[in-house]
């Protein structure tokens, strides 16, 4: 099915279904194409990054994920972005310290006037149990 005749929803499913697996395989190219160079995104720490601060913590090895299992998904359509709210399960390692969490993702995909979804904003927010 060619992007046209997907639905916007079924869009944006295929594109976080993108972005999990350039994150798991710490494929910066891929992100880089999969992130809007305006990106701004707040971290579980309460830190805000960039779209160069995220790459560089991929392409150093600081941030690597050993598994991310996305559940909870709720997709909101708007006119030209959409809003994504996704509980996963995450286990990996950052800055050598390894990870096991459960984490909701909010992210906001906009679409390009070449018709390519891109993340521009979002934060990750550590479910407490």
Do not use: C, N
């Amino acid at each position: 099915m060619t992007m046209i005749h997907q639905s916007i929803e079924d869009q944006i499913h295929a594109a976080e279904e993108q972005l999990r697996l350039a994150m798991l395989a710490a494929d910066v190219e891929s992100l880089d194409a999969l992130i809007g160079p305006e990106l701004v995104f707040t971290t579980h720490f309460g830190a805000v990054i960039s779209k160069q601060d995220d790459l560089d913590a991929y392409r150093s090895g600081a941030l690597r994920f050993q598994s991310i299992e996305p559940s909870e998904r709720r997709v909101l359509v708007l006119d030209g972005v959409a809003y994504v709210a996704v509980r996963i399960r995450a286990s990996g390692e950052f800055a050598a310290a390894p990870f096991a969490a459960d984490l909701r993702f909010s992210r906001v995909w906009q679409r390009s006037a070449a018709q390519v979804w891109r993340v521009v904003a979002g934060q990750v927010t550590a479910v407490q149990a």
